[in-house]
């Protein structure tokens, strides 16, 4: 089968198509025939710069080819998506079964990378934050596609949202017309009032300044992005707070399947929709890393298995 692979650090240029054995399922796992793989930005960065090469993970959808011993709750022929950890980019992939989710009949692979993974952060972000209805929130990486989820979701809890974006100029219509009340620049001088609630996949130098847009009492939420410094004495000031949760540890499974099954029935109303910013060869997946680092996605990247 056709792998995507890489043995040594940098950019997209170091990825290299190979071929490799299909994999056996182990315990508690699923092979799964892609047909949908999400490119995601800790992904993207680990092959730039992680403490060493790693296997290539990221979000797949398809169809379950084998299972391992033990697992229950899925059966061969089912199409389910989840985060897998070794090797996403590839023709068949494992997928432990309590990160597999099944993909109603009425989806596809490509709205399923779109909608389950990066709704769930977004979902457990505003959890996180205890979002409520009336006040604002400062959302960073908005345009990206777990942002793009977040901003919808806030605004389904009544929230009004400040998008904060690289290159707004480029990004404003596609936030506005998902709910944004105002689009503001990193670069910007002045981001407007103070908010509640910030949830920011950014960090580094930024998280600072998320901490200081922040109102008396008001949450930060910090999730994906770079590490990055949080001054206590600003906290104390404003009598805020800052929490941290990590993506790739899902809240109990009642919880995970509850916010699953609410993403996908919003979806079907017509209240949550997906961006898809490109559909790339699984065999051009460092094009697909390109347009991440570059930050110009609108929504997922997503590399597609023919």
Not at 29 to 41: D, F, H, M, P
Request: hydrophobic content about 40%; aromatic content about 4%; overall charge neutral.
């Amino acid at each position: 089968m056709r792998r995507v692979n890489h043995v040594v650090h940098g950019g997209p240029e170091v990825l290299f198509v190979e071929n490799a054995p299909v994999p056996e399922p182990g315990p508690g796992q699923l092979l799964v025939a892609c047909e949908a793989i999400g490119v995601t930005l800790p992904t993207v960065r680990r092959v730039r710069e992680g403490p060493e090469p790693a296997p290539l993970a990221g979000e797949i959808a398809g169809t379950v080819h084998a299972l391992g011993a033990g697992v229950r709750g899925i059966r061969p022929g089912q199409r389910v998506t989840g985060l897998c950890f070794e090797h996403a980019y590839a023709e068949l992939a494992l997928l432990a079964e309590p990160l597999a989710s099944p993909i109603p009949d009425h989806a596809d692979a490509i709205t399923a990378i779109a909608l389950v993974r990066s709704g769930l952060i977004a979902r457990q972000a505003c959890a996180t934050g205890m979002l409520g209805h009336g006040e604002t929130v400062l959302i960073t990486a908005a345009a990206g596609a777990v942002g793009t989820m977040a901003v919808q979701i806030a605004r389904g809890c009544g929230a009004r949202v400040v998008a904060a974006v690289s290159n707004a100029a480029d990004k404003r219509a596609h936030l506005t017309n998902l709910g944004a009340e105002r689009v503001v620049d990193y670069a910007d001088h002045d981001w407007g009032d103070p908010v509640e609630v910030v949830l920011d996949a950014v960090g580094g130098d930024l998280l600072s300044r998320t901490v200081r847009a922040l109102g008396p009492g008001g949450r930060l939420v910090t999730f994906a992005g770079q590490p990055g410094p949080i001054s206590s004495r600003e906290l104390v000031l404003r009598g805020a707070s800052a929490t941290g949760f990590r993506m790739g540890a899902p809240p109990k499974p009642s919880l995970h399947a509850y916010w699953r099954d609410e993403l996908w029935d919003q979806h079907r109303q017509g209240r949550l929709r997906t961006r898809v910013h490109d559909q790339i060869p699984l065999t051009e997946a460092a094009r697909a890393h390109e347009t991440l680092e570059s930050r110009t996605n609108l929504g997922k990247v997503v590399l597609t298995v023919d």
